[in-house]
């Protein structure tokens, strides 16, 4: 697809960035994401994502909670489900963003995980935020290895951050960039560390033999 005038506009600071470009743009535009999460984490990355043109749709039967309001969702949208809060709020924050099924999956845990690459886990472990992701040849079972044994993301100002991070991250891995199995551990006030992937027993034999 070729960018509109609008839309090099619209996205002119990320086509300026050496790892996007116009045609990095494009692929962002033209790559779904699927979205099942509604707290503080799920929303950001929708609004993150859906304002860098990804076209987004929510998944799943969750409703949203009362700790849903924010700035993608309002109290009057408690007990409604999130796909259809989501396909009513995507057009207004970026109307290039109205997806349709299918994509990659972005999820807060515990989730189930099928579909295409890119998936993006966003959990924790009590103390800090984490997101485990994995790109179109990354190990399927290395990843539910190690999301299986994190726990549910961070709220609040920790859960917005995680967010974003999660959403950049779907964004490089939908742009082909860095590996196609990882982690990041996020911890206050903003500390970012590696989290490497537990392996499955596939990988694990695989990487002992000589």
């Given amino acids: 697809m070729a960018l509109r005038e609008d839309q090099?506009?619209?996205?002119?600071?990320?086509i300026l960035l050496r790892d996007v470009g116009g045609r990095?743009?494009?692929?962002?535009?033209?790559?779904?994401?699927?979205?099942?999460?509604?707290g503080a984490s799920g929303l950001t990355a929708t609004a993150y994502l859906a304002g860098g043109g990804t076209p987004v749709t929510g998944v799943g039967s969750l409703t949203m909670g009362p700790w849903s309001p924010g700035f993608l969702a309002s109290a009057a949208d408690?007990?409604?489900p999130v796909a259809e809060v989501l396909a009513r709020v995507v057009p207004e924050v970026n109307p290039d963003a109205v997806g349709t099924p299918g994509g990659g999956l972005l999820a807060e845990l515990p989730a189930a995980w099928s579909g295409e690459a890119p998936w993006v886990a966003l959990g924790g472990d009590g103390?800090?935020?984490?997101?485990?992701?994995?790109?179109?040849?990354?190990?399927?079972w290395c990843f539910g290895e190690t999301v299986r044994h994190l726990g549910t993301p961070p709220d609040?100002?920790?859960?917005?951050?995680?967010?974003?991070?999660?959403?950049?991250?779907?964004?490089r891995l939908r742009l082909g960039l860095g590996?196609?199995?990882?982690?990041?551990?996020?911890?206050?006030?903003?500390?970012?560390?590696?989290?490497?992937?537990r392996r499955c027993s596939r990988?694990?034999?695989?990487?002992?033999k000589p």
């Fill in 8 to 14: 090099i506009l619209r996205y002119s600071r990320q």
């Fill in 24 to 38: 990095g743009q494009e692929a962002l535009l033209s790559g779904g994401a699927r979205v099942d999460g509604l």
């Fill in 78 to 80: 408690v007990g409604q």
């Fill in 127 to 140: 103390a800090r935020g984490a997101v485990v992701f994995r790109g179109k040849d990354g190990c399927v």
């Fill in 156 to 171: 609040g100002a920790m859960g917005v951050a995680l967010g974003a991070l999660g959403a950049l991250v779907f964004q």
């Fill in 179 to 197: 590996p196609s199995l990882g982690g990041r551990w996020l911890s206050a006030p903003g500390a970012m560390t590696d989290l490497e992937p």
């Fill in 203 to 208: 990988c694990a034999a695989a990487e002992a």
